[in-house]
């Protein structure tokens, strides 16, 4: 397997972790192209015709691919599943590196880049940047992120959390903080405008919301990092992040 990363690698990036798939070529920290499409719940039977369409329009090949990235959630069950399988299975056929990106901090630093390429974050300090993924019954995917220059951490893991009590920890955490700290939720944030008002109204302190795509070269610029620091997955062994047990595991 190669392991050296070189001046001219050709990554694919995949995330099927919402409603939307995408997948994108890249060539070092360059986007060749994306394709994102409005899957729904027929991520298995578009991914790898997107794939194909993908590398075609690039003039590429299956066999060109220097390594693969795929988000490995949190998200959708069944999507999160389709390109994990499908990563780990192309790894192998093709015996490159794989990488694994969670789903949601690949959502949470495409607005960070879209806050460093436009005024938006200009004034600002350092964001806290909040994804969140509708997980049904009042409850979200969700995690808090921290972006900086030379680097990023993961402030609270990534979970699913009953929205209205992840309101109550958020504030918690803002308390317990030295200096201010600008909130700033990505994702799913029209399902739960009341919720957001609701810390706006207990913090005293302006709430942005920003409804976004995820997008697979976000997946691919996070996982670039990893190859640096030689974090290369066993495909074998690469698994989703439900981030809890499946239903079908809890009945069990």
Request: with cysteine; proline share 3%.
């Amino acid at each position: 397997m190669k392991t050296d990363q070189t001046s001219d690698n050709i990554m694919l990036a995949m995330d099927t972790s919402t409603a939307d798939l995408t997948v994108a070529v890249l060539q070092n920290d360059q986007c060749l192209k994306e394709i994102r499409v409005k899957a729904e719940r027929s991520h298995s039977t578009q991914l790898i015709p997107c794939i194909q369409k993908l590398l075609s329009d690039v003039d590429l090949k299956m066999k060109d691919l220097d390594c693969i990235a795929a988000g490995h959630g949190p998200g959708s069950y069944t999507g999160v599943r389709i390109a994990v399988t499908v990563a780990k299975t192309l790894a192998w056929a093709l015996d490159i590196p794989l990488f694994g990106v969670s789903s949601l901090e690949g959502l949470s630093y495409g607005l960070y880049r879209d806050m460093k390429q436009s005024e938006m974050g200009e004034n600002e300090a350092f964001p806290w940047i909040i994804p969140i993924l509708n997980a049904r019954r009042g409850q979200v995917y969700t995690g808090v992120y921290e972006f900086k220059e030379h680097g990023r951490s993961n402030r609270l893991p990534d979970g699913i959390r009953l929205m209205e009590k992840w309101i109550e920890q958020i504030h918690d955490q803002l308390q317990s903080q030295s200096s201010s700290k600008q909130i700033t939720f990505v994702g799913d944030v029209d399902d739960f405008k009341s919720e957001i008002s609701t810390l706006e109204e207990i913090s005293g302190q302006k709430v942005n919301c920003f409804e976004k795509h995820m997008n697979a070269y976000d997946i691919g610029l996070l996982a670039l990092s990893q190859w640096d620091q030689s974090k290369i997955n066993e495909p074998h062994h690469f698994i989703p992040n439900y981030t809890q047990l499946t239903e079908a595991e809890r009945n069990l």
